[in-house]
């Protein structure tokens, strides 16, 4: 079993096409802004910018005042 799964490998690329563009808005429909051709919000570099001087304390406080109290996972590492 084990060296079928490995044999499959090569094929299955990693979150490449886990959501189709018409989910991706789906899931994001408070955009208004542009989109990628794969339906991700293309965020403004201002924005961007901006959000490098946030703290964890801060991104939490923020995601905790709009109820996402247990939106946390650990452990995602690079392959």
């Known amino acids: 079993m084990f060296c079928v799964l490995i044999a499959a490998s090569p094929a299955v690329k990693a979150q490449e096409g886990f959501f189709t563009p ?8 408070e955009w ?33 005042s709009a109820n996402f109290n247990h939106e946390y996972e650990d452990g995602w590492f690079v392959i």
């Open 22 to 29: 018409e989910e991706v808005i789906k899931y994001t429909p």
């Open 32 to 64: 208004k802004g542009e989109r990628f051709p794969d339906g991700r919000p293309k965020v403004p570099d201002s924005i961007l910018d901006r959000m490098k001087n946030v703290t964890l304390e801060e991104a939490w406080a923020t995601l905790r």
